[in-house]
């Protein structure tokens, strides 16, 4: 899986992880707003790394948690969801709009009778420092997004962005550099 070559998510061992990324998600999510200390906490046991001063909103959902590495004084807002089967490093100083999706998992086009066994692979995400998604925005498996750019809200990413640019669409195309 994290090779990007093709696997099965039924394999036990992937069904573990992901059970435990869902036990502490899911108790993320009830987790009193006042809590923050335990929040934090619980956040530090799920993923790969999270940045001093970043902090995440519920509800926030993801596959295995540890391949997500958060830069310090990010923000993603309610209902982000992290498909983390390759990884995904958010860099420093990035906002992330409420619903917006990262999705490293890609499946087989072409091979019909491979999709029908479940077999996927991932691609990895990359999110350069001082980036800001507007609510909504999709990024696809394999993307990079250069540092201080801004993509508009509902925007699907589904090629790598340059730094200092505004991007929006379906597919986000750059609109003008900032």
């Known amino acids: 899986m994290l090779a990007g070559e093709l696997y099965r998510d039924n394999a036990g061992d992937l069904i573990a992880e992901r059970h435990r990324a869902q036990r ?11 809590a923050t200390e335990r929040r934090t906490a619980l956040l530090r046991e799920l993923l790969g790394g999270l940045g001093e001063g970043s902090w995440i909103m519920p509800r926030f959902q993801c596959d295995y948690g540890y391949l997500i590495e958060i830069g310090a004084n ?12 390759a990884p995904i490093v958010i860099g420093d100083d990035v906002s992330i709009g409420p619903r917006c999706q990262l999705l490293t998992a890609l499946h087989p086009l072409a091979e019909h009778e491979l999709r029908r066994q479940r077999w996927e692979s991932a691609a990895p995400i990359r999110i350069g420092d001082n980036v800001w998604f507007g609510g909504g925005v999709i990024v696809c498996p394999g993307v990079t997004v250069g540092e ?3 993509v508009g809200a509902g925007s699907v990413v589904t090629r790598d962005l340059p730094a200092r640019v505004f991007a929006a669409g379906n597919p986000a195309r750059v609109i003008r550099e900032i």
């Open 24 to 34: 502490l998600c899911a108790e993320f999510n009830q987790s009193d707003p006042e």
């Open 74 to 85: 990010s923000f993603l807002n309610y209902d982000a969801i992290l498909l983390d089967c």
């Open 148 to 150: 201080d750019t801004v």
